[in-house]
């Protein structure tokens, strides 16, 4: 009759192998991250160790004792093996590179050739008291190799793992209960066989929660010292080195200076938490772009590069993928600067050109009134648009200057009343509240307001042009908008400036958009383009910088 207790070890075992089968398979379908291959062998080591148990247990309920011996030396063999794979895949998650270098062969070899021996040894049939001295030195000496590679195996881990922002005791203390549990439950249980089988349930449950929940896969203290000795301190560029989950490993000198964090703040923390604009990008090694950041310094904008950081431990070794590298450099004034040149060519040679053919036409006919009359003020707006765009080259240098403590609220009234001035059939009001003071270049500052209002209310179709400025603060950013009751700006001329890019096909008469959008890039902040209520735009300028 089937004994009950040996029942429930055999369906623990079937249980536990199942539990560690998953893990394996698992592991296996996450194969391509660096240290996974070495993490799979030990895996399946301890799922093949269960295997073993619960076909042993079989044997002996079916009373096929042949069969549950031979079952009995494989789990020996798989037992004595772990530790082998398990100090390999150590090696690999501290830095040690993943191949089968010689040394891990040996290393493997001074665990298996022992054995083999003493099967070797057996089978000559030698006196009894000769078996018994080669058995007890072989199987000593075994135990103290076994006990040195675990030993050194588990400091490395530790020492590596201990404070990393990225590895946490728990992850360290779950990978080794787990790899440990069957050895550990077979020691201190009276009978053997079940201490086995709660080693294995308890090995399953472990290794499940240290796969599910933490990067057991990724060399995360080899990415570290690769990125911070090869990439980091060779390049003045911000430098962002990401884990495969998107977490930030290694920052530089210029990223901790740009985003006014320090780099231990960063250390351990989602990409996100930094510039959450990087994680809708593609971010697979070899990918580019340009994404536009919040920084200490205002909105910028960075054309951005991803390349992967490989280790090699020997010459002979393939490269080994343990991190990705975000290089990011700042493109805010090459950007401001071609579209400056793109436009202000085409205005030179564009709009200039066209008028001054009209006035070489007129000029012919100087006797007439009415010629005279359209060569004065044609004459009169291209005088006015090369003004217009000296004072755009002007702003653009005064922004270069150190930023001062500006009034917005001040700052509006001003020009709301210069505007009455020049503009008297027309109604300006101000709506802000007594003082709202932000960091930023007064000048450049004024000449954006004056342009938006200028341009509300030249291109203005209704009897009486309506501008209202309105100021507001909030806990991110000082808003300053200029809404208007005429034709609004179309979408085109916002698609324009949206693109930063203009041709001969597609661009607009004048420059005083292309300024706004230049001197409000160049303070840090963002233009933003709305419909006014009924009719008109709303045109609002946000400021990021502190106040």
């Known amino acids: 009759m089937i004994a009950l207790d040996s029942l429930v070890v055999v369906l623990g075992d079937a249980g536990a192998t199942v539990l560690l089968g998953g893990v394996t398979w698992t592991v296996f379908q996450s194969r391509d991250r660096p240290s996974a291959q070495s993490f799979l062998g030990v895996a399946f080591a301890l799922t093949a160790w269960a295997m073993f148990a619960f076909c042993e247990g079989v044997a002996q309920l ?31 998650y501290t830095g040690r590179g993943r191949d089968l270098t010689r040394r891990r062969v040996v290393m493997v070899a001074g665990l298996v050739v022992p054995l083999a021996g003493v099967g070797f040894f ?35 881990l530790v020492s590596h793992g201990w404070g990393h922002p990225r590895i946490s005791t728990t992850q360290l203390l ?60 060779a390049l003045q560029e911000i430098v962002v080195v990401l884990d495969w989950d998107d977490h930030i490993l290694d920052v530089n000198a210029a990223a901790a200076q740009t985003f006014d964090k320090s780099a231990a703040a960063m250390i351990g923390e989602s990409v996100s938490t930094v510039a959450k604009v990087l994680t809708q990008r593609d971010l697979s090694p070899g990918s580019t772009g340009i994404v536009t950041l919040q920084t200490a310094h205002g909105r910028r904008q960075f054309r951005f590069s991803v390349s992967v950081v490989e280790e090699t431990t020997t010459p002979d070794e393939e490269a080994v993928p343990v991190a990705r590298t975000v290089l990011l450099r700042d493109i805010t004034d090459e950007q401001t600067r071609e579209q400056r040149l793109t436009v202000l060519n085409r205005v030179l040679r564009h709009n200039v050109r066209n008028k001054l053919d009209v006035i070489m036409a007129h000029a012919e006919a100087i006797d007439d009134d009415e010629h005279s009359q359209t060569i004065r003020e044609t004459a009169t707006e291209l005088v006015g648009r090369t003004q217009k765009t000296r004072h755009a080259e002007d702003s653009m240098t005064d922004s270069t200057d150190t ?23 027309s109604e300006i009001s101000v709506t802000s509240p007594d003082e709202l003071v932000v960091t930023t270049h007064r000048t450049v500052l004024t000449r954006v307001l004056e342009e938006l209002v200028d341009n509300a209310i030249t291109h203005n179709d209704a009897s009486v042009p309506q501008i209202e400025i309105t100021v507001r603060g909030g806990d991110t950013a000082v808003e300053l908008s200029v809404a208007d009751n005429g034709p609004g ?11 930063g890019t203009e041709t001969q096909a597609e661009h607009r008469l004048g420059i005083g958009l292309w300024f706004v959008n230049w001197a409000v890039l160049r303070l840090g902040g963002e ?10 735009s709303v045109v609002t300028v946000h400021l990021y910088e502190s106040r």
């Open 62 to 92: 079916l009373s096929v004792g042949s069969l549950a011996s031979g079952f009995d030396i494989g789990q020996l063999l798989v037992a004595v093996l772990i530790p082998g794979l398990w100090t390999i895949y150590v090696l690999s």
């Open 122 to 156: 057996l089978l000559t049939s030698p006196s009894q008291s000769a078996v018994e001295r080669v058995v007890a030195s072989v199987v000593g000496i075994e135990l103290l190799y076994i006990a040195a590679l675990v030993v050194y195996s588990t400091y490395r």
């Open 174 to 233: 779950l990978v080794w209960v787990g790899v440990g549990a069957p050895y550990i439950a077979s020691a201190v249980n009276d009978t053997e066989i079940k201490g086995i089988t709660v080693g294995f349930i308890v090995s399953g449950l472990c290794l499940a929660a240290a796969v599910d929940r933490y990067p057991v896969m990724t060399p995360l203290p080899e990415a570290d010292y690769v990125a911070r000795t090869r990439v980091v301190e």
């Open 403 to 425: 930023p001062e403590t500006v009034d917005v609220t001040a700052v509006a009234r001003d020009v709301a009343q210069t505007v009455r001035h020049e503009h008297p059939t």
């Open 489 to 499: 700006i179309p979408e085109r001329e916002q698609q324009i400036l949206a693109d």
């Open 527 to 536: 233009l933003e383009f709305g419909e006014n209520d009924p009719t008109g």
